[in-house]
C-alpha cells in the first residue's frame, strides 16, 4: 500500500468563492425538464452532467441547488487541483460548510500516492449531501483522478456525487453503468427547444416569426450560449430577418466565445485539422484524411469527439461540426488560407463522387468554381435523383449554375425540367423542355426521347389535357426501355393518366406493374407515388376500407422519407379521408382533410386540388359548418370549370354538394349542381338520381320515384356504386312516406347488400331519416352483413325519444348477444354451459321483460333499445 497522505496536516486555506454556489446567474427558461432529469438520479450514488463549452452546466446547477432544501456541497475544480493537497481540503471545507458531516467522516479524506485503499465511514442517520464538482475537466492529474476514482469505488451511502464537465472524465465509468449506479444528462438534454428559445428570445424582450424562430434553431441547433449571443445582438438589430440571414459563427461575439471557449484549447495540428475538414458539412474518417493528408485522421476524430469541440457522430461512420463552429472554422481558412480553398472543394468533390453522393459532389464543385465539373454531374446524375425524389435539391442545384452553362448541356435541361414538374411549376418545365428540342430536337438515344416523352405527359397532366397526356404516354416505347427505371415511371404515369380518365382498371394494371418495379429496383419514391394512386383508386372503386388501409400505408411510407408535405401524398390523404367520411369515422377524415390540402399548395394538377377541396367541406360539413362548406364547395367547382376531372371524383363531388345544398335549403343550389352532373356525367345514373333528389326535396314524390327508375333498373351505370346506395335509400324513404313499407324493407335490403361489403355508413346516416325502426324490422336475420347491419345501427339517426330500461342479469345478456344468430337452443344452451331447459327459462324472462312473444320480435326490440 502507497504512502498515505493526511489532508488535515497541513490545512491550506480554501478561497470562500471556490466552495461557494455561485451567484445568482440569469435564470434558465422554463426548463422545469433538466430539473427534473436532475432529480431522476436521486437514487444513483453518482451524476454525470456532460456536454461541450456554453451549454449551461454551471447555470442549470446552480438553479437546481437553489431549489433543493437538501445539503448541497460546491466546489469549482480549477488546474490546482491536479494537486491533491488542494483539491481535498477544498472537498472537506465544502463538505463541512453543509453543517450535515460529522468531523469523523471529513477526517478519512486522505489519499494513497499509488495504489492503495480508502473506506469512507457512515455517519449517524442524517441528511443525504450531494457534493458537486464543478468543471470537472480541468483535472487531468492522475493521482488526484484515482483518488476521485477512490471515493467513487467506496462512497458511502450518505454522499451523492454530482459531476459536472465538458466531456466524458477519464474515469472508470462504465463500473457505475453496469451496476446502475450512474445517472447521466448529456448535451442532447442541454439543447434549448423552440418553446424554450422563445421564451429566452421574450425575456430579451424579442418576439421572432415562426420561420425567423426556426432558422435561429437551425442555425444554433439549441446550444445555449449561441442562443444568448443571437439574443442580445437581435435587441440591437432592426431587421430581425437581414440578420439572421447573415448569422453565423464569424459573427463578432460568436467567432469571440468558440476562439476563447473551444478553439484556444487545440493543439496547431488539430486547429490545421480542423480548418481544412471545414470546407464539408460531413465527413468520414476517410474523407478528413484525403482533406488532410493524415492517415490518423480516424483518431483524431476520435479525440475531438472526447474533447471540447462541438462535434456530433451521424450512423457509424459520418461526423459533422456544429453549424456554427463549422462557419466560423471555414471563415478563418478563406482568410488564413485561401488558396488551398478551391483545392480542398476539389477534393472533397472527388471523393463524394467516388462515393457515389451525387449531391455533395455537385455542391463541392460549385463550392470550387469548377462549374463543368458541376454541370458534368449533374449532367449523370440530375435524371435519378428527380426520379428519387429530390427534385427540389436538383433544382436548387441547376438554380446556383449560370444559365448558359445549363443550356450547353441537354441531359441538364431535361432534368431541369423533370425537377420543375416534380415541383408544379409548369411554366419553367415548358421552358426547359423548350429549350431541350432546340437543342437535342431528335435525340439518338431511346432513353432520352422516352425521358423527354414522359416530361411531356407529365406538363399534359399537369395543365389537364389528359388526352394529349394519354396519347404521349401510349407512344412511349417501353420495350425498348426493358423493365428499368424509366420503364416503371412511363408505365406509372401511364397509369396515373388512364385514372384521372376514369379508366380505373387500366389506371390499376398500370401502377401495380410500375410498383412492382420500384420496389424491385428500390426506386422509393416512385413507389410511394403508386401506393398514392392505387390509394385513390380503391376509393374511385368504393372499397373503403381498402382505401382507408392503402392511404395510411401510403402515407407512412411518405413520411419515414420526409415527403409527407408534397403532392405526391394528396392522392393517399385524399383517398384516405373520403374513405373515412363513408365509414363514418369523423376524426379521422377530418385529420386527412387538413393533410390533403396542406400537400396539394400549388404543386397538384386539377384533380388532386379539386379532391383535396372535396374531403375539405365535407368534413368540415359533418362538424356542423354546412352553409361555410357548401360556399367552399361551389367555389372549388368554379375554379375547375372548363377542366377536366376524375369522373369518379366528379360524382362523389355531385352527390355531396346536391345533399348539402338541399340540408341548406337551397334547392336552386342544387338544381346547379344537378345542371353540372348533367355536363359532366350525362347518361350516367347519377344524373337520374340527383334529379330524383331535387324532386323529392319540392314535394314530387311520383317524379322522383319515375326518375330513380332507370338507376335502379341498371338500365342507367353509376359511376361510382356508392351512388346506388343513395337510390336505394332515397327509394326506401318515398316508399316509407307512401306507407308501401314491404317496397321500403326491399330498398333497405338492397341499400345494405350493396353498401356492407363497402363499410359505406354514411349514407344511412346522412340520407336516411325517419327509417331506422323500419331498418331493424327489416334487416333482423341479415345473415352475413348482420354484424354491418349493427354498425349502420349505431349511426343511424333515433327520431323518437328513449324507451323504458330494461335491466338483464349477465346470462340473460349472453344469451341476448347469441340470440340474432343461425343457433339451435341446443347449440346456444352447449355454448352457454347450461340445460335446454335452464336456456329456455332464461329465454322466457327475457321475452317478458321487453313484452315480446318470439325471438325475432326479441332481436327487434333489443336493437331499438340499444341492447344488441
Known amino acids: 500500500m502507497g504512502e498515505r497522505r493526511d489532508l488535515r496536516s497541513p490545512e491550506v486555506r480554501i478561497p470562500s468563492e471556490k466552495i461557494a454556489v455561485p451567484g445568482t446567474a440569469p435564470s434558465p427558461i422554463g426548463r422545469e425538464r433538466l430539473y427534473d432529469a436532475l432529480d431522476a438520479g436521486a437514487d444513483q450514488p453518482v451524476t454525470l452532467l456532460s456536454a461541450p463549452a456554453g451549454y449551461g452546466k454551471t447555470m442549470l446547477l446552480t438553479a437546481w441547488v437553489r431549489r433543493t432544501t437538501s445539503p448541497v456541497a460546491w466546489v469549482r475544480i480549477d488546474g490546482g487541483?491536479?494537486?491533491?493537497?488542494?483539491?481535498?481540503?477544498?472537498?472537506?471545507?465544502a463538505l463541512r460548510a453543509t453543517g450535515a458531516v460529522p468531523d469523523q467522516a471529513l477526517s478519512c479524506l486522505a489519499v494513497p500516492d499509488s495504489?492503495?485503499?480508502?473506506?469512507?465511514?457512515?455517519?449517524?442517520?442524517?441528511?443525504?449531501?450531494?457534493?458537486?464538482?464543478?468543471?470537472?475537466?480541468?483535472?487531468?492529474?492522475?493521482?488526484?483522478?484515482?483518488?476521485?476514482?477512490?471515493?467513487?469505488?467506496?462512497?458511502?451511502?450518505?454522499?451523492?456525487?454530482?459531476?459536472?464537465?465538458?466531456?466524458?472524465?477519464?474515469?472508470?465509468?462504465?463500473?457505475?453503468?453496469?451496476?446502475?449506479?450512474?445517472?447521466?444528462?448529456?448535451?442532447?438534454?442541454?439543447?434549448?427547444?423552440?418553446?424554450?428559445?422563445?421564451?429566452?428570445?421574450?425575456?430579451?424582450?424579442?418576439?421572432?416569426?415562426?420561420?425567423?424562430?426556426?432558422?435561429?434553431?437551425?442555425?444554433?441547433?439549441?446550444?445555449?450560449?449561441?442562443?444568448?449571443?443571437?439574443?442580445?445582438?437581435?435587441?440591437?438589430?432592426?431587421?430581425?430577418?437581414?440578420?439572421?440571414?447573415?448569422?453565423?459563427?464569424?459573427?463578432r461575439s460568436v467567432a469571440d466565445y468558440l476562439t476563447g471557449e473551444i478553439l484556444s484549447r487545440s493543439p496547431p495540428a488539430e486547429r490545421e485539422f480542423l480548418l481544412r475538414t471545414s470546407v464539408c458539412e460531413r465527413l468520414t474518417a476517410d474523407l478528413a484524411g484525403a482533406l488532410t493528408g493524415r492517415d490518423d485522421a480516424a483518431a483524431v476524430l476520435d479525440g475531438l469527439?472526447?474533447?471540447?469541440?462541438?462535434?456530433?457522430?451521424?450512423?457509424?461512420?459520418?461526423?459533422?461540426?456544429?453549424?456554427?463552429?463549422?462557419?466560423?472554422?471555414?471563415?478563418?481558412?478563406?482568410?488564413?488560407?485561401?488558396?488551398?480553398?478551391p483545392g480542398l472543394h476539389r477534393a472533397a468533390a472527388d471523393w463524394f463522387a467516388a462515393h457515389d453522393l451525387p449531391v455533395e459532389a455537385v455542391r463541392q464543385a460549385i463550392a470550387a468554381s469548377d462549374l463543368p465539373r458541376a454541370s458534368a454531374l449533374?449532367?449523370?446524375?440530375?435524371?435519378?435523383?428527380?426520379?428519387?425524389?429530390?427534385?427540389?435539391?436538383?433544382?436548387?442545384?441547376?438554380?446556383?449554375?449560370?444559365?448558359?452553362?445549363?443550356?450547353?448541356?441537354?441531359?441538364?435541361?431535361?432534368?431541369?425540367?423533370?425537377?420543375?414538374?416534380?415541383?408544379?411549376?409548369?411554366?419553367?418545365?415548358?421552358?426547359?423542355?423548350?429549350?431541350?428540342?432546340?437543342?437535342?430536337?431528335?435525340?439518338?438515344?431511346?432513353?432520352?426521347?422516352?425521358?423527354?416523352?414522359?416530361?411531356?405527359?407529365?406538363?399534359?397532366?399537369?395543365?389537364?389535357?389528359?388526352r394529349e397526356a394519354l396519347h404521349i404516354a401510349e407512344e412511349i416505347p417501353l420495350a425498348a426501355l426493358d423493365g428499368d427505371d424509366l420503364s416503371a415511371l412511363a408505365t406509372a404515369d401511364r397509369g396515373m393518366v388512364h385514372v384521372e380518365l376514369g379508366h380505373l382498371a387500366q389506371g390499376k394494371a398500370d401502377l401495380e406493374s410500375a410498383l412492382a418495379i420500384a420496389v424491385r429496383r428500390g426506386l422509393d419514391h416512385l413507389t410511394a407515388q403508386c401506393m398514392s394512386c392505387l390509394a385513390a383508386v380503391a376509393a374511385a372503386e368504393c372499397g373503403f376500407a381498402r382505401a382507408a388501409h392503402l392511404g395510411e400505408q401510403a402515407a407512412r411510407f411518405a413520411t419515414a422519407h420526409g415527403w409527407e408535405r408534397t403532392a405526391l401524398c394528396a392522392p393517399a390523404y385524399e383517398a384516405?379521408?373520403?374513405?373515412?367520411?363513408?365509414?363514418?369515422?369523423?376524426?379521422?377524415?377530418?385529420?386527412?382533410?387538413?393533410?390533403?390540402?396542406?400537400?396539394?399548395r400549388g404543386q397538384a394538377g386539377p384533380s388532386m386540388e379539386f379532391g383535396a377541396r372535396l374531403v375539405g367541406a365535407v368534413s368540415a360539413y359533418e362538424r356542423g359548418l354546412q352553409y361555410e362548406r357548401l360556399l367552399e364547395l361551389r367555389r372549388a367547382w368554379a375554379a375547375c370549370a372548363g377542366r377536366p376531372l376524375m369522373p369518379e371524383l366528379a360524382a362523389f363531388a355531385a352527390v355531396a354538394e346536391v345533399e348539402m345544398a338541399l340540408a341548406a335549403g337551397r334547392r336552386a343550389w342544387a338544381a346547379e349542381a344537378l345542371d353540372r352532373a348533367r355536363f359532366r356525367?350525362?347518361?350516367?345514373?347519377?344524373t337520374e338520381v340527383l334529379e330524383a333528389s331535387v324532386l323529392a326535396a319540392g314535394g314530387h314524390h311520383e317524379a322522383a320515384r319515375a326518375a330513380l327508375r332507370h338507376a335502379l333498373d341498371g338500365s342507367a351505370e353509376p359511376v361510382v356504386v356508392s351512388t346506388l346506395i343513395e337510390a336505394w335509400l332515397l327509394e326506401a324513404r318515398l316508399c316509407a312516406a307512401h306507407g308501401e313499407?314491404?317496397?321500403?324493407?326491399?330498398?333497405?335490403?338492397?341499400?345494405?347488400?350493396?353498401?356492407?361489403?363497402?363499410?359505406?355508413?354514411?349514407?344511412?346516416?346522412?340520407?336516411?331519416p325517419g327509417l331506422r325502426h323500419l331498418f331493424i324490422r327489416a334487416l333482423t336475420g341479415a345473415g352475413p352483413l348482420e354484424p354491418f347491419a349493427s354498425e349502420v345501427l349505431r349511426v343511424m339517426p333515433d327520431g323518437t325519444g328513449p324507451a323504458p330500461a330494461v335491466v338483464l342479469t349477465p346470462r340473460e345478456t349472453s344469451l341476448l348477444q347469441?340470440?340474432?344468430?343461425?343457433?339451435?337452443?341446443?347449440?346456444?344452451?352447449?355454448?352457454?354451459?347450461?340445460?335446454v331447459n335452464t336456456l329456455k327459462t332464461h329465454l322466457r324472462s327475457i321475452y317478458r321483460k321487453l313484452q315480446v312473444s318470439s325471438r325475432r320480435e326479441a332481436v327487434v326490440a333489443a336493437r331499438e333499445r340499444g341492447l344488441l
Open 305 to 341: 469527439h472526447r474533447g471540447d469541440v462541438l462535434i456530433s457522430r451521424s450512423g457509424s461512420s459520418w461526423h459533422r461540426y456544429h453549424p456554427l463552429l463549422r462557419s466560423h472554422l471555414y471563415a478563418e481558412l478563406r482568410r488564413r488560407r485561401a488558396r488551398l480553398v
Open 115 to 251: 495504489g492503495g485503499h480508502q473506506e469512507y465511514p457512515e455517519h449517524p442517520a442524517g441528511p443525504r449531501v450531494t457534493l458537486v464538482l464543478d468543471g470537472l475537466e480541468a483535472l487531468t492529474d492522475p493521482l488526484a483522478l484515482h483518488g476521485l476514482e477512490l471515493l467513487l469505488r467506496h462512497q458511502p451511502g450518505w454522499l451523492r456525487l454530482v459531476l459536472a464537465a465538458r466531456r466524458d472524465p477519464p474515469l472508470p465509468l462504465y463500473r457505475l453503468r453496469l451496476v446502475d449506479r450512474l445517472h447521466e444528462v448529456h448535451e442532447e438534454a442541454l439543447r434549448f427547444s423552440e418553446d424554450e428559445a422563445a421564451e429566452l428570445l421574450l425575456q430579451h424582450g424579442l418576439v421572432l416569426a415562426p420561420r425567423e424562430l426556426a432558422r435561429l434553431m437551425r442555425l444554433t441547433e439549441g446550444w445555449p450560449a449561441a442562443l444568448r449571443l443571437a439574443a442580445a445582438r437581435l435587441r440591437q438589430e432592426r431587421d430581425p430577418s437581414a440578420f439572421l440571414a447573415a448569422f453565423t459563427g464569424d459573427e
Open 818 to 835: 347469441r340470440l340474432p344468430s343461425l343457433r339451435t337452443m341446443d347449440e346456444l344452451a352447449a355454448d352457454l354451459f347450461v340445460s
Open 378 to 466: 449533374l449532367d449523370r446524375h440530375g435524371t435519378g435523383l428527380v426520379l428519387s425524389g429530390r427534385g427540389g435539391t436538383v433544382r436548387r442545384l441547376l438554380g446556383e449554375l449560370p444559365e448558359p452553362a445549363l443550356e450547353a448541356e441537354p441531359g441538364l435541361l431535361l432534368a431541369a425540367a423533370l425537377a420543375d414538374l416534380d415541383a408544379g411549376d409548369t411554366v419553367a418545365g415548358s421552358r426547359h423542355l423548350a429549350l431541350h428540342a432546340r437543342s437535342s430536337p431528335r435525340p439518338h438515344d431511346p432513353r432520352v426521347r422516352a425521358l423527354r416523352q414522359i416530361a411531356h405527359v407529365e406538363r399534359a397532366r399537369m395543365h389537364g389535357s389528359l
Open 741 to 768: 313499407q314491404p317496397r321500403a324493407a326491399h330498398a333497405l335490403r338492397e341499400a345494405v347488400d350493396l353498401a356492407g361489403p363497402r363499410q359505406a355508413l354514411r349514407p344511412f346516416r346522412v340520407s336516411a
Open 81 to 93: 487541483d491536479n494537486d491533491p493537497r488542494h483539491l481535498w481540503p477544498a472537498v472537506r471545507s
Open 576 to 600: 384516405a379521408a373520403w374513405a373515412e367520411l363513408q365509414r363514418s369515422e369523423s376524426a379521422a377524415a377530418e385529420r386527412y382533410a387538413r393533410l390533403a390540402r396542406q400537400s396539394v
Open 681 to 686: 356525367l350525362d347518361g350516367s345514373a347519377e
